[in-house]
């Protein structure tokens, strides 16, 4: 059996690990002339780590990450809204995205791996499944949904970058959140700091100096941001605009295709669960593919995914509304003042059913 994955982004390269596991004959097809990841760092949580245990690969994740290290929410002028200890949740590997693009890239041939290659169309393809890996503006899924409405402006521009390996090694993950804006350090264990800022803003800002703006929204906030933008060459600060596919798909197959990632459900990162989907996306579609043949398989990877995706996709939109996009002054100080009022363990709770996903083990008899 052969399949094509169109994208070789992380859920892309995921999902070609995962059928190369149970035995399909997988090729890659990116449209970039190299493999890799652009980008900072990204929080593989507790739920995305289980299916990369699956694979084989959660050691390896965890040797290039973060330790496990504490957490929290604060306001910029550093007082903790919640807190939880490095006991109290399971371990959230932050690591750069490019290392884990390797890691995942290891695990497959090299052969399989192919550049340059531009799809137009799914015809074209020789594959008994074909799997859209091709993002948030896939034309796969265009093609398949003509009349499904393109993505949307979230509403929130964010700047992201990595710092010099300049931070102890168990630096706190942490959030702060301000009236319209809020700060995220993601360590990433080697002394690098991976950081992002997010602000409510109009689509289609730039600046020719990207890092000044980003500091002048939080440079003035609580240690250490004010170091993290010193050790931050200027030059390395991204920054995008956020866009969600707001409505969502009514199947995430047609035919022998099924759209994984931001092709099926791109969010909103308030979550922080995008990446971790398209992870979990491939681990249920190889282990689906596994059992079944591919118009069973397929159906089976619908019916699992496409409610947890959308619901996970729904959440985070809705978090998004009461964090940082809050301006109002009595609503951001109502907001900080619930948040101090819940115990730390009963957030962590609340927070099961999106970390609490358990993989299906995936099987090698074909």
């Not at 035995?23 to 090729?27: A, D, P, T």
């Not at 690969?57 to 040797?63: G, M, T």
């Given at each position: 059996m052969k399949a094509v994955v169109v994208g070789g982004g992380l859920g892309g390269v995921t999902a070609a690990v995962a059928l190369h596991k149970t035995?399909?004959?997988?090729?890659v097809l990116e449209r970039a002339p190299e493999f890799g990841e652009v980008g900072a760092g990204v929080g593989v949580m507790?739920?995305?780590?289980?299916?990369?245990?699956?694979?084989?690969?959660?050691?390896?994740?965890?040797?290039?990450?973060t330790p496990r290290v504490a957490g929290g929410i604060r306001d910029p002028r550093g007082r903790s809204l919640t807190r939880v200890d490095a006991t109290q949740l399971e371990h959230v590997v932050a690591v750069h995205r490019a290392d884990l693009h390797r890691v995942l890239r290891s695990a497959l041939p090299e052969s399989c791996l192919v550049t340059d290659a531009e799809v137009r169309s799914v015809d074209d393809l020789d594959a008994d499944l074909v799997v859209a890996a091709d993002g948030i503006r896939s034309r796969i899924r265009q093609a398949l949904f003509p009349d499904l409405p393109?993505?949307?402006?979230?509403?929130?521009?964010?700047?992201?970058?990595?710092?010099?390996?300049?931070?102890?090694?168990?630096?706190?993950?942490?959030?702060?959140?301000?009236?319209?804006?809020?700060?995220?350090?993601?360590?990433?264990?080697?002394?690098?700091?991976?950081?992002?800022?997010?602000?409510?803003?109009?689509?289609?800002?730039?600046?020719?100096?990207?890092?000044?703006?980003?500091?002048?929204?939080?440079?003035?906030?609580?240690?250490?941001?004010?170091a993290l933008f010193d050790a931050t060459p200027p030059e390395t600060v991204l920054r995008h605009d956020i866009h969600e596919l707001a409505t969502p798909l009514p199947t995430f197959v047609r035919g022998r295709v099924a759209l994984l990632g931001d092709a099926a459900h791109a969010m909103t990162p308030y979550l922080g669960q995008g990446a971790c989907m398209a992870i979990e996306d491939a681990v249920v579609l190889a282990a689906a593919c596994a059992r079944a043949d591919v118009p069973g398989a397929l159906a089976e990877y619908d019916r699992q995914r496409r409610p947890r995706t959308q619901?996970?996709?729904?959440?985070?939109?809705?978090?998004?509304?009461?964090?940082?996009?809050?301006?109002?002054?009595?609503?951001?100080?109502?907001?900080?003042?619930?948040?101090?009022?819940?115990?730390?363990?009963?957030?962590?709770?609340?927070?099961?059913?999106?970390?609490?996903?358990?993989?299906?083990e995936l099987s090698l008899d074909r």
């Open positions: 035995g399909w004959e997988v090729s507790p739920n995305a780590m289980r299916a990369l245990a699956v694979l084989g690969l959660a050691d390896d994740v965890r040797r290039i990450g393109q993505p949307v402006y979230a509403g929130t521009t964010a700047w992201r970058s990595v710092t010099r390996a300049e931070f102890p090694a168990d630096l706190e993950i942490s959030q702060t959140l301000g009236p319209g804006t809020e700060f995220g350090v993601l360590p990433l264990g080697d002394g690098r700091v991976c950081w992002y800022a997010a602000t409510v803003a109009p689509a289609g800002g730039r600046s020719d100096d990207e890092w000044g703006e980003a500091r002048r929204l939080v440079g003035d906030w609580h240690h250490p941001i004010p619901s996970i996709a729904k959440a985070s939109r809705a978090l998004g509304r009461v964090g940082h996009k809050l301006r109002n002054p009595v609503a951001v100080a109502l907001r900080d003042a619930a948040m101090r009022a819940v115990p730390a363990k009963a957030g962590v709770r609340g927070m099961a059913k999106y970390f609490g996903w358990v993989p299906p």
